[in-house]
């Protein structure tokens, strides 16, 4: 089968003669590229490349590497992280990790990384020995003005709110169920309740 397409030209069995073009001189790297022009097919008017096995493979050593990111940082939520330095990490540029990122959890890294934040922040505001500018810190964040306005965002109510009445509602709970149970959820990302249908 064979598809004109103005000067290229795809067949299924390619030959150097076929792909004039793709005689670099370099025998590895026109293997290359004749094995990239035969894949190319065309489908509705456009070339899309066939999905092969080696693409599949490579997805998988991506999340891999998301997934070492992603428990990076619930391991050192504390420590000062940026973007770029998680990228590095993963083998990315910044902007390709976040939104691989985003696609592969559903929020980006520094979303992930205040959620964690706020969760811990929340546990130790519930014990009540520490006070909100404490705990702040204590959880990596360097402005009080930005933790007090992402725990709004993320729990609905202050810290101070919820350190005055955060341990009464867990009482007796055990801590893996308080956990579940205070998980933060962004006021936005909050389910409604169903209406009872009678």
């Keep these: 089968m064979a598809t004109s397409l103005g000067c290229f030209r795809t ?44 693409a599949a493979a490579e997805r998988l050593r991506d999340l891999a590497r998301l997934r070492r990111v992603r428990d990076r940082i619930d391991r050192e939520y504390a420590q000062p992280l940026n973007v770029e330095a998680l990228a590095r990490d993963a083998h990315m540029s910044a902007g390709h990790f976040s939104r691989e990122f985003r696609l592969a959890y559903g929020e980006s890294p520094y979303s992930y990384l205040m959620t964690r934040r706020i969760e811990r922040a929340m546990a130790l505001l519930r014990r ?8 702040c810190f204590e959880v990596g964040c360097a402005s009080l003005g930005t933790f007090s306005t992402r725990f709004v965002e993320l729990v609905g109510m202050p810290p101070s709110t ?37």
């Design 11 to 54: 067949h299924e069995h390619a030959t150097l003669s076929t792909f004039p073009a793709l005689n670099t001189g370099n025998v590895d790297r026109d293997e290359k590229l004749r094995s990239r022009a035969t894949s190319a097919t065309l489908v509705s008017g456009t070339i899309s490349e066939v999905t092969s096995g080696s």
């Design 162 to 198: 919820y350190r005055r009445d955060g341990a009464s509602a867990t009482a007796g709970m055990p801590s893996c169920v308080a956990k579940q149970v205070t998980k933060p959820t962004r006021n936005r990302e909050a389910r409604v309740a169903e209406p009872q249908l009678a």
């Design 128 to 135: 009540g020995d520490l006070s909100v500018t404490e705990v």
